[in-house]
């Protein structure tokens, strides 16, 4: 495998946070960073050139989505994914697990892989570690992801023990399954529910099997904050200080502000997509809700403290007023916003990493709330 590699450039003193640099085929990425989630080969309602203009780094695809439609061969066939969007940055790939496995009773979990009926059609299909991994590298990503089980939460030990060690043994087929030398970087991802004697044995399995960065998984599935930090605490400081540590499907941009000061560099999150299209967008003060009377005559940009395109052209009056009129625009704009502030947010944790004062950085980040609400 080459074009893959991971510089540590700081480390924070008052806390586990770090700033690196990830090599890859497709350009550089600064960490901790926030990548957007672009599903279907999309970020919904932004251009390329809107996610460059809001420094997206890498973006994120998925594995199921584009299995299903418009097919991996077809993806291959139009030049892959960079191609066929039109990006020319990293990509990351799930490998489809979390979507799998939340369909159900649609779906049935074997030693071999995963049988499942469409959530379009119907129609069954069967993913394997070997076949995520080909659909992947027919992609074009940058970086796959080995193929997991996302636990539920609640589970029972028994449950969390089996699929966990499924989990490895699939990790292992996964790294036999890649095509050698292509370029991508292969993920393994840390299991074992809320449990630290399980997290750590998934974390030292996957140690031996060896891969070019670590994705805690099995998170933001309805666990109370303060046990998502928890198994962070238990789990970062066993993955490798030379390799990226991912945090799979995280989360709010307080989820993001802990998780980097306990040593996560890489994070992704379909919310502050999601809550823009529902009117929802996040300041530097907390969320706003653009949907309510209060803003009808608001001429004020939705953060005064926010340089994106959206914060300096349009006040919340107009914001309002498309998302009240449910125009197209509305998701534009309010997606442009969100993202440059999940974005932004990591940008000024890199910095304050660098100069050695994250800690300021992070208290700074909830005093603004505080006061707000106060």
Not at 3 to 17: I, M, N, Y
Not at 91 to 118: A, N
Not at 312 to 325: E, I, K, P, Q
Request: with cysteine.
């Amino acid at each position: 495998m080459t074009g893959f590699s991971f510089d540590l450039l700081h480390t924070d003193p008052d806390s586990r946070a770090r700033r690196g640099r990830i090599h890859t085929r497709r350009g550089t990425i600064e960490t901790p960073i926030f990548m957007p989630v672009g599903t279907q080969a999309t970020v919904k309602a932004m251009l390329p050139e809107n996610l460059e203009a809001v420094d997206a780094q890498i973006i994120l695809a998925n594995t199921y989505h584009l299995f299903l439609r418009p097919g991996h061969d077809l993806v291959r066939r139009l030049g892959g994914l960079h191609a066929m969007m039109n990006w020319d940055r990293p990509i990351l790939t799930d490998s489809g697990g979390f979507q799998v496995f939340s369909l159900g009773d649609l779906r049935k979990i074997t030693e071999e892989g995963v049988q499942f009926q469409s959530h379009l059609d119907g129609s069954r299909h069967v993913l394997t570690p070997e076949s995520s991994i080909a659909v992947q590298e027919a992609l074009g990503a940058d970086i796959i992801m080995a193929f997991d089980e996302c636990i539920p939460y609640p589970a029972s030990r028994e449950y969390v023990v089996d699929s966990t060690e499924r989990s490895t043994r699939w990790a292992a087929r996964c790294k036999e399954a890649r095509a050698v030398g292509d370029g991508a970087a292969l993920f393994g991802i840390v299991q074992g529910g809320m449990h630290q004697d399980l997290r750590e044995k998934s974390v030292a399995d996957l140690l031996d099997i060896g891969f070019e960065g670590y994705a805690v998984g099995g998170l933001s599935v309805g666990e109370k904050a303060e046990v998502m930090y928890e198994v962070m605490d238990w789990t970062m400081p066993l993955l490798p200080a030379a390799q990226p540590r991912y945090v799979m499907g995280v989360g709010t941009p307080e989820n993001l502000i802990e998780g980097v000061s306990r040593g996560v560099d890489m994070f992704d999150c379909v919310m502050p997509t999601r809550n823009a299209r529902n009117g929802v967008l996040f300041t530097s003060f907390g969320k706003v809700s653009i949907k309510q009377a209060r803003y009808t005559e608001d001429p004020l940009p939705i953060d005064p403290e926010c340089d994106c395109y959206v914060c300096r052209n349009y006040s919340r009056a107009y914001l309002r007023h498309l998302y009240m009129s449910r125009e197209i625009l509305s998701s534009m704009l309010n997606t442009h916003h969100n993202l440059h502030y999940y974005l932004n947010l990591m940008k000024g944790a890199r910095e304050a990493i660098e100069q050695g004062c994250f800690a300021e950085y992070k208290n700074a980040f909830y005093r603004k709330r505080q006061v707000t609400n106060d």
